[in-house]
Each structure stands twice: as structure tokens, then as C-alpha cells.
């Protein structure tokens, strides 16, 4: 008990509150811009973290990290471009949210689904810290790579067209993903000799091709697009034809029905629990959680058509990763995402060495992080209330208006990230792929989630290649593989019997 008090002595005072905000107002800022990051953002304040107290500069970090968690949803809903990998789930019903006249509506769900959500993780990491990381710590790379299969079966979920078409998207994601080097080898494939290929495709220059771009390509070529536009919006209109929006605003009280909280808790739960595995992160959890949701939903059309519950579902689970990402860390002294392993250095800098005895050696450090994930899941939401009230103004502007503010920030976004022109070409040739995908009704999800989780998949595949020598029969032998693969063989058999019931249906 004296080591919780004199760790709330350490966080709880005027200028960790301060710089808290601070941090916070950033993170959304950054987080919601396309081509930034709070991962970016956390990079850039670092080095000012060395020569300050550790219990300013690592709320500072926390702060930025949790706020822009939530608001890489934000480009999502307003203007089709995720701010981060994880914020591409929520373009599937954030976006015609939006273009329904639901801006507002889907801005205020993302932020308290996902607000709930990381209080939920947070709770479970103080909770159960040291035993939840024990546990991470029986998952190998064949364990690994079957948890990367599992979200690729729920990549079948994404598209509501032909599944030749998502599969043969999901193949063209795989594919691109190998440009670069050789994950265990390093050695350099398909870059066709050029130096800015080396590292493959940059991420951010991808998602804002596909999604943006492509978006800006298709109004672009429709002269029809404002006349479709309107015509959507008075689906949604009231009764009494006031044209005011059927739902402004979204309650915690429209979040605890049945409706709404079974996906929320079921997805903030897998988002915890992928959050806790070292490695994987807030890429996978939104598109895996978002997947089961429509697999259990009683109205599965609706989604990717301007769902609340989608939205719901891939929001808390993205942000359900947070407070997890810190459990291997604290723990075992072992990074779970980019963020962590910055975290990780800023306190080694500081003397604090997280690990197996850090309950033990420091135990007041402990609890002041703890502190200081609770004080951050109040700050981003009283700033996050805020901060929508301003941008859901943007969500009433005419498309027609937005287009060349959205170019300009693509391009100056794009090319931020490394200063390289070759990223703002990379970033035109994805908008022209993500524009003949949208065309012809390929899914530009599934194509997103295959890139992002391609790497891994290939790493921790030829890991498991490796320890078995080739003969990967030997895994059976470990009983958390076998339950691995058993819910895997029984998602396929699921997915197969549910498309063979949908002709009969029809």
C-alpha cells in the first residue's frame, strides 16, 4: 500500500497533469493527420524525455500513444485515410457512416467503444500483469503463425461480393509484401534493383493510396457522385423530413444494450489478449475481432454499409491493444509494438529496468505506470469529446470541397515521412491499384490486412520450418498448438458450411 501511495505522490500533481493534455492534443492531432503517427509523434519527443524526470517524460509518451491510438479512426471516418495500420479497419463503416450523414454518430462510438476498451485493458493488465505475461511466453513462432492464419480466415468476412475476388486481393496484399528483403535472411528480392525498394513498400504511403487516393480517383471520374450522395443521406433522414441526422450522438447507455455490448466486450477481450503477445499488435486485432463480430451478428450485410456495431468491434479491439502492449514489457522486459520498445529505452536511460523482477526491485515505478495509464484514459476522452466536436463539422462539408485538401494533405503527408518523392509515387500507384479494385468490386481490405500481416506470416513460418527441420508434425506434440489448430480447422469447416448455406438461402 505504500509503495501505491508514493507512486501517486510521483504522478499525481500539476505538471504530470499538464503535460499530460499536452501530449494528448498532440497524439490526436498527429494520429488523426494521413502520413503521421503517434509513433512519430513519440519519436520526435523522445529525445526531450532524457532530460526531464522520468515521471514527466514517460506520462508525455503514454499520452500521445493512447490518444492517437483512437484518433487514427478519425481520418477513417472523415475522409477514407486511416492515420495508422490499425485505423484501416475502421474505414469499413466509419467512412459510410460518414457519407450517410452519420459523421458525428460514428465519431462519437469510435471514441467511447474505444475509450471503454482500453479502460478495460488497463484494468486487466494492473490486474493480472505477471501472470498474463507467464502465459505469453509458451507462444513459438508455429503458435505465432497460426494466429496469423486464424486472421486471414477472417479476411473471407471482408468482402460482400465474390470470394475469388477477395482471395485473389488478399493474394495481390501477399505478394506485394515480399518486395524488400528476406525477412531471415536480409538479402534483397524483387526490388528490381532500386535502393528505395530495399525495406519493400513504406506502409503509410500504401494505406493512403488505397484508401485515399483511390476514394479522390472515384468522385473524380463520377459525375453522378453528388446525386448518389444525396440520395443516401435521405435514407437516413428523420420522419417529419427535417433533414437534421437520425442519431447525433452515442451514448455509454447505447453501448451497454445487448446489441452493442456483446461485440464491444468480445472484441476488447481479443484485443487484450493479442495485445499481451509480443509482436503482433493493433495491425491484427481490429480485422480478426471485426471478422468474428460479422461472423456472429444477426445482421451481417450491415457491415462494411455503415455498421455501428463493425465500427464498434474493430475500434475496441484496436484500442484494446494498448494497455496489453504493456504487460510483456513490464513484465518480461520484452516490447510488444514499436511504442513499447520506445517506452522501453526512456526508461533504461532513466535507470528503470522493467523484467521478471521489476515487481520486486521497483515496485513503486510499477504502480506510478499504472497511475499514469489511468490518468491518460481520462485525458484523451474529455480532450476526444472536444476534439470531435470540431472535426465532425468536416463530415457536413460537400465531398467536392474536401478533394483537394484531402490531395494536398495526402501528398505533404506522404512525403513527410521520409522526405522521399518515391513514396509520394508509391503512394499514386497504390491509388490507381485501390481505384481498379474499388472498380471491379475486388476488396480493398482484404488486399490491406494480407500486406500488413504477410511479413509476419512468412517469418514465423519459416521460424517454425526451421525448429522443426522441416517436419512441423512435431508441434502436435505441444497441446497449446493443438488447440491452436483445432480452432483453426474449425473456423474453415464454420466458413465453409455458412457459404454453402447462403445458395440455399438465396
Known amino acids: 500500500m505504500n509503495e501505491v501511495l508514493e507512486a501517486m505522490k510521483l504522478i499525481v500533481n500539476l505538471n504530470v497533469i499538464l503535460i499530460v493534455i499536452a501530449g494528448t492534443i498532440c497524439g490526436a492531432i498527429v494520429g488523426s493527420l494521413p502520413g503521421l503517427s503517434g509513433t512519430m509523434a513519440i519519436a520526435v519527443v523522445l529525445p526531450v524525455t532524457f532530460y526531464i524526470s522520468p515521471w514527466l517524460g514517460i506520462p508525455l509518451i503514454l499520452a500521445i500513444y493512447k490518444s492517437s491510438q483512437w484518433a487514427g479512426a478519425v481520418g477513417s471516418i472523415i475522409i477514407n485515410t486511416p492515420g495508422n495500420a490499425a485505423g484501416a479497419a475502421m474505414v469499413l463503416d466509419g467512412y459510410p457512416l460518414k457519407q450517410q450523414g452519420h459523421g458525428q454518430l460514428a465519431l462519437e462510438a469510435s471514441l467511447k467503444s474505444g475509450w471503454a476498451a482500453d479502460v478495460f485493458s488497463d484494468i486487466v493488465t494492473i490486474l493480472v500483469c505477471a501472470p498474463l505475461a507467464a502465459v505469453a511466453?509458451?507462444?513459438r513462432p508455429p503458435?505465432?503463425?497460426l494466429i496469423i492464419i486464424i486472421a486471414f480466415m477472417m479476411i473471407a468476412t471482408m468482402g460482400s461480393g465474390s470470394a475469388l475476388k477477395t482471395i485473389a486481393a488478399a493474394g495481390l496484399g501477399l505478394f506485394c509484401s515480399t518486395v524488400g528483403q528476406d525477412p531471415l535472411l536480409g538479402t534483397p528480392r524483387?526490388?528490381?534493383?532500386m535502393p528505395d525498394l530495399f525495406s519493400g513498400f513504406n506502409l503509410v504511403p500504401l494505406l493512403i493510396g488505397v484508401f485515399a487516393l483511390s476514394e479522390i480517383f472515384i468522385q473524380m471520374s463520377s459525375s453522378l457522385n453528388n446525386k448518389t450522395d444525396s440520395a443516401a443521406e435521405k435514407t437516413f433522414l428523420d420522419e417529419d423530413g427535417s433533414g437534421k441526422e437520425k442519431f447525433e450522438h452515442f451514448s455509454f447507455l447505447e453501448l451497454a444494450t445487448k446489441k452493442y455490448f456483446v461485440p464491444w466486450f468480445r472484441s476488447s477481450l481479443i484485443g487484450t489478449l493479442i495485445g499481451i503477445l509480443p509482436g503482433i499488435g493493433s495491425g491484427v486485432s481490429p480485422w480478426m475481432a471485426y471478422g468474428i463480430s460479422k461472423a456472429r451478428s444477426r445482421h451481417p450485410e450491415e457491415y462494411g454499409k455503415g455498421s455501428v456495431e463493425g465500427l464498434i468491434s474493430a475500434q475496441a479491439a484496436c484500442n484494446a491493444v494498448g494497455g496489453a502492449n504493456l504487460v510483456p514489457l513490464i513484465s518480461l522486459g520484452i516490447p510488444g509494438d514499436t511504442t513499447a520498445a520506445i517506452l522501453l529505452g526512456a526508461l533504461m536511460v532513466h535507470g528503470i529496468q522493467p523484467g521478471p523482477t521489476f515487481f520486486s526491485t521497483d515496485?513503486?515505478?510499477v504502480y506510478a505506470i499504472f497511475v499514469t495509464l489511468v490518468i491518460c484514459d481520462f485525458a484523451y476522452y474529455f480532450i476526444g469529446k472536444l476534439f470531435i466536436r470540431g472535426v465532425a463539422k468536416i463530415s457536413s462539408f460537400n465531398n467536392t470541397v474536401l478533394v483537394p485538401y484531402i490531395l494536398i494533405f495526402c501528398v505533404?503527408?506522404?512525403y513527410a515521412i521520409n522526405t522521399s518523392i518515391f513514396d509520394v509515387y508509391v503512394m499514386f500507384a497504390f491509388g490507381i491499384?485501390?481505384?481498379?479494385?474499388?472498380?471491379?468490386?475486388y476488396s480493398t481490405p482484404a488486399f490491406v490486412i494480407a500486406y500488413v500481416l504477410g511479413y509476419l506470416l512468412e517469418t514465423n513460418l519459416r521460424q517454425s520450418i526451421r525448429l522443426s527441420d522441416g517436419q512441423l508434425w512435431v508441434f502436435f506434440k505441444d497441446p497449446l498448438f493443438i488447440v491452436l489448430f483445432v480452432l483453426a480447422l474449425a473456423i474453415l469447416c464454420w466458413f465453409v458450411y455458412k457459404n454453402r448455406q447462403k445458395p440455399e438461402q438465396a
Not at 190 to 193: P, R, T, Y
Open 363 to 365: 515496485p513503486v515505478s
Open 433 to 441: 491499384i485501390g481505384f481498379v479494385m474499388k472498380k471491379f468490386n
Open 412 to 414: 505533404l503527408g506522404t
Open 137 to 139: 511466453l509458451w507462444f
Open 143 to 145: 503458435e505465432f503463425a
Open 190 to 193: 524483387l526490388n528490381f534493383g
